[in-house]
């Protein structure tokens, strides 16, 4: 079940393996309530996130997306997150040059046995994402290929592929 | 047929054929002037000569082969191959150089192969072409078998007048064209129109001979110092290849996006590494100075001894004028002729 | 100022392999890169406002040569930061830097001509002053009109760590971007608006990548690889942004924000709307500036257990 309306967004989460993935599975076997929106990528270390991982999923049409790892000076590779929190502070910052509403991408540490601040994590941003509602993104196709198609469309021709 | 359109109709004209038919025009966009797909409210600019080429009227960028769509009902993906609407086309503005590009390498198309996108774009669409008043310092399109007023390619030329243009027409679909009811009688024009065209081709720099260059580059072929110094500033980016309207070749690839697969043919770019990197990781050109060969002697050479002396150029002058290093092809390619053994 | 550079680089040709400058190209408004191997291509030698080739740009291809490389300041910056990521040898470089009074916009040149550029017959600098004949009509124009942003903006007009330094010395007066400004004073919505409308018109020609002197990979650059995919081959706003953004990314705490891309790109996108963006975050966070000292390592590359100038959100 979502936060506060019944369509879901596309939340994507980049959780490390070491502390993060291990909270929400902590939260998950004390059955915390949690909203469903956000979808799971396990990787190794908040170090191997690279920030175009996030740009990547927001251009493709993700609503949000949400990085956790362990927090700082805990880091089982002991300086992974370091790195990844100054790669992905340069990013937040960048992000509103972009276009792309810098509230859409949020990092954070949540260590493997915070079931209970990962409840409160998934919640406080999946409730922030409903509040901006489904990301605007733009287009996939060239712009060559959008008038083939929508050039007779707009002429009451029938679409070709459609008899 | 020769009719008159004054210069305050022409954006009339766009917006009315933007109506009933796809028009790509040279527009005003920011600071540069690129070929778009018109729409009512953009803003033509036939002062300048666009960036880009007219190239994607026949040949797009992206240009869709296949989809292939997952449904949940199926195991199978449904393939549905595609092929463009047919739809009318009009070029407006283009030059003729950029309207003789798709001649030029329309027999790699249309010859042993038939290429049914290309044919179909190419059948559907009409070029209205601006002669050229005045050459650009990168102009050099009577070197390579074209003019400011050549009509090769086009289908009605537009010659600048006196408050418009005298369009005549070269084909019998663009005589058809000038039934619109946006031209207007010719009147006296005509003198005027042939003093224009007259002045143009006068105003051109010196033809020079290219006719040796294939044999000479060749003999160039082995020669690995000449390259090196040729392409040294060359920063090996595909500008030149991009802009032009005579580079044809092209990848396939397969786009995936979630449940939708797309195979789309996109224009490639031979100045690239990838474009002739092998499967098993050999790269017979590896290096700037190999590709930057390939692309001045496939113009000047091998082009044109297979196709009846055709230079596979069509002189408009984009690459030399768009190169972040300024490279010049005619430079190299009169340094290949000029080689002294 | 030109022939106190020409007889530097003749001194010092003898022990390099070859020297990095300038000579006049195709017309009288563009200058070209020269490579000089003799004595006798010095001659060809120009400096001034048609100098606007970032050379560092070849510096990482010409490894294990002795080269010698004439810098504005804005080029010296890439000569240093390439050194610090060791991407090239300092000690195999020569530098001749000079004294910058900045280099013309050609695009800003063009909305003060009566033609096109290319319509140009003949072209001459009197002290700040160009004099020109475009299609039959002359003008004059002023190189305060016509600078380059990056010149209007620049904080280090002589080059800094050369060999030899020629010209007299200027002082830096930056003033702001104005065109920066009015984009940032822009809503997330109406970004978004300019970069898909923008993006419409990029042909993903790669020269804004390849004309960067930091961007080393050339050859096997991410956006070219099909395995890992990062970047589709649709010619679509979307994917064409994405690819900006993998430059950005790539060139954050790195870019010495010398313009090769904005100048390079033959459709005129103001790429270094994102290039000064990203400039500023990292020195915010990290009071860092790109090639500006010699030996420091780029902040992404290093890290503090406690930073000051990162605000750890509570949750």
Request: glycine fraction near 8%; aromatic fraction near 8%.
């Amino acid at each position: 079940m979502s936060a506060s309306d019944s369509r879901e967004l596309r939340i994507v989460g980049f959780l490390c393996n070491w502390c993060s993935y291990g909270g929400a599975d902590t939260a998950g076997v004390a059955r915390f309530s949690q909203p469903t929106d956000l979808r799971i990528i396990r990787v190794p270390c908040s170090g191997r996130i690279d920030p175009l991982f996030i740009v990547r999923a927001l251009i493709n049409g993700a609503d949000g997306v949400l990085v956790s790892g362990c927090h700082p000076r805990d880091c089982h590779y002991a300086e992974g997150n370091f790195y990844a929190r100054r790669r992905l502070e340069t990013l937040k910052q960048f992000l509103s040059a972009t276009g792309i509403d810098p509230r859409r991408f949020e990092y954070t540490w949540v260590s493997a046995s915070e079931g209970q601040r990962w409840q409160h994590v998934v919640t406080e941003f999946t409730r922030r994402i409903h509040e901006l509602g489904p990301a605007p993104i733009m287009s996939h196709v060239s712009e060559g290929a959008w008038f083939d198609a929508a050039a007779p469309a707009a002429a009451g021709q029938s679409c070709p592929c459609h008899g | 047929m020769e009719r008159f359109l004054p210069a305050a109709q022409l954006t009339a004209l766009a917006d009315d054929l933007a109506g009933s038919c796809h028009v790509l025009a040279p527009v005003a966009h920011a600071g540069s002037v690129v070929f778009r797909w018109y729409r009512p409210g953009m803003r033509l600019e036939f002062s300048r000569m666009a960036s880009t080429s007219p190239k994607a009227a026949t040949f797009p960028q992206t240009e869709p082969l296949l989809v292939a769509q997952r449904h949940e009902e199926h195991k199978q993906p449904v393939i549905e191959a595609t092929l463009p609407p047919q739809a009318r086309t009009v070029v407006l503005g283009c030059r003729p150089c950029g309207a003789r590009g798709k001649e030029i390498f329309g027999p790699v198309f249309l010859g042993v192969a038939h290429d049914p996108y290309f044919a179909r774009r190419r059948e559907d669409a009409l070029f209205i072409s601006l002669v050229c008043t005045r050459p650009e310092t990168t102009c050099f399109c009577s070197s390579v078998g074209g003019g400011p007023a050549d009509p090769t390619g086009s289908d009605v030329l537009l010659i600048p007048v006196q408050g418009g243009f005298v369009a005549r027409s070269v084909t019998e679909a663009g005589a058809a064209f000038l039934q619109h009811a946006l031209f207007e009688d010719v009147g006296a024009r005509g003198a005027e129109a042939d003093a224009v065209v007259t002045q143009a081709q006068a105003a051109m720099p010196p033809s020079h001979d290219f006719s040796s260059a294939p044999a000479k580059l060749l003999a160039r072929f082995d020669d690995k110092e000449f390259w090196e110094q040729q392409s040294a500033k060359c920063i090996s980016c595909g500008a030149c290849t991009y802009m032009c309207p005579t580079c044809y070749c092209f990848n396939i690839t397969d786009d995936d996006l979630g449940l939708i697969s797309r195979r789309i043919r996109t224009w490639d770019n031979c100045m690239s590494y990838t474009f002739t990197l092998e499967a098993s990781g050999h790269n017979p050109r590896p290096t700037k100075a190999h590709r930057l060969k390939n692309r001045v002697s496939h113009k000047f050479s091998y082009y044109p001894s297979i196709h009846n002396g055709v230079i596979a150029c069509c002189g408009c002058g984009r690459c030399i004028k768009h190169c972040p290093a300024g490279v010049d092809i005619r430079a190299i390619v009169h340094a290949a002729q000029e080689y002294a053994q | 100022m030109l022939q106190q550079l020409k007889d530097a680089i003749t001194s010092r040709l003898p022990e390099l392999d070859l020297v990095l400058g300038w000579e006049m190209g195709f017309d009288p408004f563009h200058a070209t890169p020269l490579y000089i191997r003799e004595a006798a291509d010095v001659e060809r030698l120009v400096v001034g406002p048609w100098a606007v080739h970032n050379l560092a740009t070849y510096l990482p291809g010409l490894k294990g040569k002795k080269v010698g490389i004439v810098v504005k300041g804005c080029d010296s910056r890439s000569v240093i930061q390439l050194a610090n990521e060791g991407l090239i040898r300092r000690e195999d470089v020569t530098v001749f830097g000079l004294c910058c009074d900045g280099v013309v916009s050609h695009r800003k040149l063009r909305e003060k001509l009566p033609a096109d550029l290319g319509f140009v017959e003949e072209a001459q600098w009197q002290a700040d002053v160009l004099r020109a004949r475009v299609a039959g009509q002359e003008v004059s124009v002023r190189l305060s009109d016509v600078l380059a942003d990056k010149c209007i903006a620049c904080c280090y007009p002589n080059a800094l760590g050369a060999d030899v330094l020629v010209g007299s010395e200027r002082t830096a007066s930056p003033q702001p971007v104005a065109c920066q400004e009015s984009f940032e004073a822009l809503s997330s919505a109406e970004k978004q608006a300019f970069w898909q409308e923008t993006m419409a018109r990029c042909i993903r020609c790669y020269a804004c990548r390849n004309a960067c002197p930091m961007c080393v990979c050339r050859d096997h650059c991410i956006a070219t690889s099909r395995d890992p995919l990062w970047l589709g081959q649709e010619n679509s706003p979307a994917e064409n942004f994405m690819f900006q953004m993998i430059h950005v990314m790539h060139l954050a705490g790195r870019c010495t924000e010398c313009g090769e891309c904005e100048r390079a790109c033959p459709v005129d996108i103001p790429l270094l709307l994102l290039r000064r963006h990203m400039n500023r975050v990292t020195q915010d966070l990290f009071a860092y500036e790109a090639g500006t000292t010699v030996g420091q390592t780029p902040p992404l590359l290093t890290f503090q257990v406690e930073e000051a100038g990162i605000n750890e959100r509570g949750w």
